[in-house]
């Protein structure tokens, strides 16, 4: 069974930084482009980043670029994302995703002083 | 970049009706269009990919078609768990844009 967990979230002051993991199982993970999509308080879904299966290629929304970074370690199945200069608006629940295919159940992110 | 327009907004529709969403690409992205149902306090869950095929495991009611940049998700006879907000996403390349959502209600 696939399953993508997700870890990190929580509390953070304006301006701060957070790192999210996402621990994947019950697929070959290397084999796989990641994407992480968030989801603000009672809003839609937006795409934050693209990672290739290798690692080599990554993708960012313009909201976040610059200022979020996307990767994997293969090894370790883990998709991580590392976010800095953290706003207000990334409030929301951050998902991990495989490819466009299955999703974690998510891990909420709260920026405010 | 490409922008993904949805419509409607919401709806509202009673038991056994045939339920039809739109969503409108503003550039050609083939046929790389997903269709998702996310239901509250759920992660969303994959409908459709490559703007026709049915995910393994969804039920067959569920069906897409494509014209054009025109892409269309269908619920042949509404059932009450399908009340959830609608999703459409293309994925031809970045940025991966989702639409608006599109909020499904029993009449």
């Known amino acids: 069974e696939v399953q993508l967990v997700e870890s990190g979230g929580g509390l953070v002051q304006p301006g701060g930084s957070l790192r999210l993991s996402c621990a994947v199982s019950?697929?070959?993970?290397?084999?796989?482009?990641m994407n992480w999509v968030r989801q603000a308080p009672g809003k839609g879904l937006e795409w934050v980043a693209y990672?290739?299966?290798?690692?080599?290629?990554?993708h960012y929304a313009d909201s976040v670029k610059g200022r979020f970074t996307i990767s994997r370690d293969n090894a370790k199945s883990s998709l991580y994302l590392e976010m800095n200069s953290l706003r207000d608006e990334d409030t929301a629940v951050y998902y991990c995703v495989k490819y466009i295919t299955t999703w974690g159940k998510g891990t909420l992110v709260a920026v405010s002083s | 970049d490409i922008q993904m327009t949805q419509s409607p907004s919401s709806l509202s529709a009673s038991i056994g009706d045939r339920v039809t969403i739109t969503c409108r690409a503003s550039?050609?992205?083939?046929?790389?269009v997903a269709w998702y149902q996310q239901k509250p306090g759920k992660a969303p869950k994959l409908l459709i990919y490559?703007?026709?095929t049915l995910q393994s495991g969804v039920p067959s009611r569920f069906s897409g078609s494509r014209s054009g940049t025109d892409f269309t998700l269908t619920i042949s006879s509404l059932q009450p768990e399908d009340v959830a907000t609608y999703y459409c996403?293309?994925?031809?390349?970045?940025?991966?844009?989702f639409g608006p959502g599109t909020k499904l209600e029993i009449k």
């Open positions: 550039q050609d992205v083939s046929n790389y």
């Open positions: 996403q293309k994925y031809y390349s970045a940025p991966y844009t």
């Open positions: 019950g697929f070959t993970f290397k084999s796989y482009s």
């Open positions: 490559t703007a026709t």
């Open positions: 990672i290739s299966d290798s690692g080599t290629t990554t």
